[in-house]
């Protein structure tokens, strides 16, 4: 078994006066203080920072402005999944004995380009760069043809999308390390800039700069709360989506899900909120369909009447999501586990599900290329 013990975030945002380095050691102290004792080995996931910083080899990047020379580290790279890959890898040196006590930290400076179109071309790296980049496409793109295959297979509208982002806004209000945090109005949904037709400004993540930490370690003894890591379910799916069978499905999503529930042997009900990869509004509604929380179709109608707010029966991303606590792209599986573990152990703040015990945390790389699904517990 292994458990959660330690957690650090800084906040999401457009941090223009600190660097990489700045805020990777951020989070990681703030994740050592919180456990209170050091680590034999140290993780890091990143996407971007060898096309943005011009800086590669992280793991003794890390370290080294840590403090921790000597200490073994590496850098993971999954996209979207990196920080959730990063855990994995974490999780596996501590069951091999290879370590007892792991550092994950996740880590993203977006803002370096203040090019829209650079930063575009960047996260376009997760799709498939020779058959859907070369011709012209980009990651928003492929959102926008599933969006525009979603709106005719299901006869929904754009305003049946903008019960996504409405949700995410109000959640992140409550979110002290939420980058967005405003309510958004129907009307300014509506009007927001077309980025890709259907998909519009407001449909998509925003870009942005942050870092996550946890630790891991074999024993549950951390002093300000404990979480056991019950299961990780892992699968992936074709990098380009011209190959897949229907573009309003996503197979990973469920491949990985029904790995975690049996790895863990729970059922879906015994699980309390769900933190999904919602890079756009309607892989969010996707996701949640594949996870069994709506028909296919139906999910702007769970959105809508309140069957994914924080109080309702199948709480989605309290804290905001990819839409509204932000994107920090390589740190986001990161974030997305120390959100399960701050409400699993009651320290959510404003953001907290009352009572929640269990929670699911659903990384993507891509268009859900790549998924894993981390099921977590309270102890």
């Given at each position: 078994m292994?458990?959660?013990?330690?957690?650090?975030?800084?906040?999401?945002?457009?941090h223009?006066?600190?660097?990489?380095?700045?805020?990777?050691?951020?989070a990681?102290?703030k994740?050592?203080?919180d456990?209170?004792?050091?680590?034999?080995?140290?993780?890091v996931s990143?996407?971007?920072?060898?096309?943005i910083?011009?800086?590669?080899?992280l793991?003794?990047?890390?370290?080294?402005?840590l403090?921790?020379?000597?200490?073994p580290?590496?850098?993971?790279?999954?996209?979207?999944a990196?920080?959730?890959?990063?855990s994995v890898v974490?999780?596996?040196?501590?069951?091999?004995?290879?370590?007892?006590?792991?550092?994950v930290v996740?880590?993203?400076?977006?803002?370096?380009?203040?090019?829209?179109?650079?930063?575009?071309?960047?996260?376009?790296t997760?799709?498939?760069s020779?058959?859907?980049?070369?011709?012209?496409?980009?990651?928003?793109?492929?959102?926008?043809?599933?969006?525009r295959?979603y709106?005719?297979k299901?006869?929904?509208?754009?305003?049946?999308?903008?019960?996504f982002?409405?949700?995410m806004?109000?959640?992140?209000?409550?979110?002290?390390h939420?980058?967005?945090?405003?309510?958004?109005?129907?009307?300014?949904?509506?009007?927001?800039?077309?980025?890709?037709?259907?998909i519009?400004?407001?449909?998509?993540?925003?870009?942005?700069?942050?870092?996550?930490?946890?630790?891991?370690?074999?024993?549950?003894?951390?002093?300000?709360?404990?979480?056991?890591?019950?299961?990780?379910?892992?699968?992936?799916?074709?990098?380009?989506?011209y190959?897949?069978?229907?573009?309003?499905?996503?197979?990973?999503?469920?491949?990985?899900?029904?790995?975690?529930?049996?790895?863990?042997?729970?059922?879906?009900?015994?699980?309390?909120?769900?933190?999904?990869?919602d890079?756009s509004?309607?892989?969010?509604?996707?996701?949640?369909?594949?996870?069994g929380l709506?028909?296919?179709?139906k999910?702007?109608?769970?959105?809508?009447?309140?069957?994914?707010?924080?109080?309702?029966?199948?709480?989605?991303?309290p804290?905001?999501?990819?839409k509204?606590?932000?994107?920090?792209?390589?740190?986001?599986?990161?974030?997305?586990?120390?959100?399960?573990?701050?409400?699993?152990?009651g320290r959510?703040?404003?953001?907290?599900v009352?009572?929640a015990?269990?929670?699911?945390?659903?990384?993507?790389g891509?268009?859900?290329s790549?998924?894993?699904?981390h099921?977590?517990?309270?102890?």
């Open positions: 292994v458990y959660i013990v330690g957690v650090g975030l800084t906040p999401v945002g457009n223009w006066s600190k660097s990489l380095r700045h805020l990777a050691v951020e990681s102290v994740a050592l203080e456990y209170g004792k050091d680590v034999d080995y140290v993780v990143n996407m971007l920072s060898g096309v910083n011009g800086q590669e080899n793991g003794s990047y890390v370290v080294s402005h403090g921790k020379i000597g200490t580290a590496i850098k993971v790279e999954a996209a979207g990196s920080g959730a890959a990063a974490a999780q596996g040196l501590i069951s091999s004995g290879a370590a007892e006590k792991v550092l996740g880590v993203e400076k977006m803002t370096d380009y203040t090019s829209l179109e650079d930063t575009t071309s960047a996260l376009s997760a799709i498939d020779e058959y859907e980049g070369f011709p012209g496409g980009t990651l928003d793109a492929m959102h926008a043809l599933v969006m295959e709106m005719k299901y006869g929904v509208n754009r305003e049946d999308f903008s019960y982002p409405l949700l806004h109000k959640n992140a209000v409550d979110t002290p939420a980058q967005l945090r405003f309510k958004l109005k129907p009307e300014s949904y509506m009007r927001s800039p077309m980025i890709a037709e259907p519009t400004l407001l449909d998509l993540a925003p870009v942005s700069d942050g870092a996550a930490a946890i630790v891991l370690s074999k024993e549950p003894d951390g002093p300000n709360g404990n979480a056991e890591i019950l299961s990780v379910g892992h699968a992936t799916d074709t990098i380009a989506i190959r897949r069978e229907s573009l309003t499905e996503m197979p990973a999503i469920r491949a990985a899900f029904s790995e975690a529930l049996e790895r863990a042997n729970i059922e879906r009900g015994s699980i309390d909120l769900y933190n999904i990869h890079y509004s309607v892989l969010g509604y996707i996701t949640t369909e594949e996870l709506a028909e296919r179709g999910a702007p109608e769970l959105f809508k009447n309140g069957g994914a707010d924080r109080d309702g029966p199948t709480p989605v991303n804290e905001g999501g990819l509204a606590r932000g994107n920090p792209v390589g740190a986001t599986g990161v974030y997305q586990i120390a959100e399960a573990f701050l409400q699993v152990t959510a703040k404003g953001a907290q009352e009572g015990k269990t929670a699911l945390t659903l990384s993507a891509g268009l859900a790549n998924v894993i699904i099921l977590i517990r309270g102890v």
